[in-house]
């Protein structure tokens, strides 16, 4: 069973850096699929913020690019988010997921952790 | 960019009736790439759909999605207790991936 779990700082000072960090289990993210990064402000929709492959090839939402690095850790089975310089539009519910891009199911989240709400707040 | 529009916003119904849930996409998504998702509040996620009309591994088959090009459907043949959430289209196309604001079924 895949299970994926986010982690991190529930609070983070505007300007600063975001940092968040998920952890898979039931599967070695070295083995393929994509793996990415979802966000839900409070009161308003999914907004997809980037995915990563075998740290070799990242994809980001261009509305965010300029301020999102994804990452992976394979000897941790992790990946990570930093956002820089957040403001208060960047508090919001972070989910990470796996993302198939073969398949039938590709182009799918087919498995999700169960979020973590970040607050910008001085 | 391709913008997926949910309609209604809010389906007031009640445990039995049938739901109807739409996704309009504002140019032509690639029925592949369009998927179903039920979201309740502090939980997961979960993949309903894919490719438009095939249920993800688990899913009961009151669940069905249907369409093509820029309009999709999900139908819920008789709402159970347990169907009452917010439901998220979603479309993949060129490395990226958006999603529609949701449709909240609720209990009438």
């Known amino acids: 069973q895949v299970q994926l779990q986010e982690s991190g700082p529930g609070l983070v000072k505007p300007s600063e850096t975001l940092s968040l960090t998920c952890t898979v289990s039931g599967y070695s993210i070295s083995s393929g699929y994509y793996w990415g990064w979802i966000r839900q402000p409070p009161g308003k929709g999914l907004e997809w913020i980037g995915s990563?492959?075998?740290?070799?090839?990242?994809y980001y939402n261009p509305s965010l690019k300029s301020r999102v690095t994804i990452s992976v850790d394979t000897s941790k089975n992790q990946f990570s988010l930093k956002v820089n310089s957040v403001t208060a539009a960047d508090t919001a519910v972070y989910h990470c997921?796996?993302?198939?891009?073969?398949?039938?199911?590709?182009?799918?989240?087919?498995?999700w952790g169960q979020g973590t709400l970040v607050t910008v707040s001085a | 960019e391709i913008v997926l529009t949910q309609s209604p916003g809010t389906l007031s119904l009640s445990p039995g009736e049938r739901a109807t849930l739409s996704c309009r996409a504002s140019?032509?998504?690639?029925?592949?790439?369009l998927a179903w998702y039920q979201h309740k509040p502090g939980q997961a996620p979960r993949l309903l759909i894919y490719g438009a009309s095939s249920r993800a591994t688990g899913i009961p088959d009151r669940f069905s999605g249907s369409g093509s090009g820029t309009d999709f459907t999900l139908t819920i043949s008789r709402l159970e207790p347990e169907d009452f959430a917010v439901y998220y289209c979603?479309?993949?196309?060129?490395?990226?991936?958006?999603f529609g604001q949701g449709t909240k079924v609720e209990i009438k």
């Open positions: 997921a796996r993302l198939p891009q073969s398949g039938a199911a590709a182009g799918t989240l087919d498995y």
């Open positions: 979603q479309q993949y196309g060129s490395s990226r991936y958006s």
């Open positions: 990563i492959y075998h740290s070799e090839n990242t």
């Open positions: 140019q032509s998504v690639s029925s592949s790439y």
